[in-house]
């Protein structure tokens, strides 16, 4: 499970309480920098294992292969649980405090024809449904909204608000059984370099570990990839290596 966060540089996330007890618990990617800016293209790039042409936060569907392609072509499966999504394949740019620009597979021309395609994308409370019922898939993201990605709020609410949802989940058994979930954020602040916090937590995770190699969400791509042993989109993903030196 990857949850994105939005808009935060590393050393001003890392200092915050909860973001640094998870990198204690699990490992820190110190040098992890996102693509490019805005938003949209980062969250393509880590799904689809590139940018498509796309440079803006645009409500352009795009014809391409991505990791739920993967995914299903080896018999598993995949879902998006953001919170505020109004359900019913909904494509327009914004409802309250949900946007469609954090939600990458609603740019995706094979999700948004298919209906049964576009279910895999449900409001976020549906994660402690699937968790009770042992139905959580084998790879998801969870998109918090507006205020709870930071993106319209503090760091200090975004770590509170981490810390309220995720804590209990850390200690909750059916959550965390062959489970590696994944913190990053979607892109630095514009006023710097797009060096980004990325922790990694799990019981395949040497607790503690710290990796200094330069990553990026294609790396995280390539590493979900070879998990699963599903090939590669044969973009940057095919270039990208594996995350490596934290793994137990």
Not at 14 to 30: C, E, V, W, Y
Not at 153 to 168: C, I, K, M, N, Y
Request: net charge neutral; hydrophobic share 35%; aromatic share 10%.
């Amino acid at each position: 499970m990857i949850v994105i966060l939005e808009n935060k540089d590393y050393q001003d996330v890392i200092d915050q309480p909860f973001m640094s007890k998870l990198a204690r618990k699990g490992a820190t990617l110190t040098r992890f920098f996102a693509e490019t800016h805005p938003s949209l293209p980062n969250y393509i790039a880590l799904t689809s294992g590139g940018l498509h042409g796309i440079n803006s936060n645009s409500s352009e569907i795009i014809d391409v292969s991505h990791i739920g392609d993967l995914l299903e072509a080896q018999g598993m499966t995949w879902k998006v649980y953001a919170e505020g999504f109004p359900g019913g394949c909904f494509t327009g740019a914004k409802k309250g405090n949900y946007v469609r620009k954090h939600v990458p597979f609603l740019s995706y021309r094979n999700v948004v024809g298919n209906p049964a395609r576009c279910s895999k994308i449900v409001e976020a409370s549906q994660l402690q449904r699937d968790i009770r019922e042992g139905g959580l898939p084998d790879y998801a993201l969870f998109v918090p909204d507006l205020q709870n990605s930071g993106h319209d709020a503090s760091l200090e609410h975004v770590d509170r608000w981490l810390a309220q949802t995720f804590g209990p989940l850390l200690q909750n058994s059916r959550f965390m059984k062959d489970m590696l979930l994944v913190v990053t954020f979607d892109e630095g602040s514009r006023s710097k370099d797009n060096h980004i916090y990325t922790a990694l937590v799990g019981d395949s995770v040497k607790a503690g570990s710290v990796s200094s190699a330069t990553y990026n969400h294609y790396n995280v791509l390539r590493t979900i990839e070879d998990a699963f042993g599903l090939g590669t989109l044969g973009r940057n993903d095919a270039g990208a290596a594996p995350i490596t030196g934290v793994w137990k």
